[in-house]
């Protein structure tokens, strides 16, 4: 499949999901809980000392999602700063007010509690 080309043949009118520009900031700020906290999953990947080449591997991965050292380039930054481009100004990530918020479903935190959990192990 070349995606390009499906992005260009695609027809924003036809679009099952986001059928309204409302339906795409809902949609987005349902994915939030999870991309907001993007790395998470991988955090505890590595401790000071000496690391094989799988903790080394993990460290990179890490890495990128940290943005590289750049806070620009941080995954959840990235995705904050889409949210912002649409008008959504969620309370931070890491407060109750956000774990709290009305406007998220309970569902919306299932994949980012998931994949923070996967970082215990």
């Known amino acids: 499949v070349n995606l390009s080309q499906a992005g260009l043949d695609n027809d924003p009118m036809n679009d099952p999901v986001y059928r309204s520009r409302d339906d795409m ?10 991309n907001l906290n ?16 799988v903790h080394a591997m993990l460290w990179g991965i890490l890495d990128d999602e940290m943005g590289n050292g750049n806070v620009n380039h941080q995954h959840g930054q ?11 100004y969620p309370p ?13 479903l309970d569902e919306a935190f299932t994949q980012a509690g998931y994949t923070a959990s996967i970082g215990y192990f």
Do not use: K, V
């Open 78 to 88: 990235l995705y904050l700063e889409l949210l912002h481009s649409l008008g959504d």
């Open 25 to 34: 900031i809902y949609r987005n700020r349902q994915l939030g809980p999870f």
């Open 38 to 53: 993007d790395g998470l999953w991988i955090s505890r990947c590595c401790t000071a000392g000496p690391i094989d080449e």
């Open 92 to 104: 931070p990530a890491n407060s109750y007010a956000y774990a709290y918020d009305p406007t998220l």
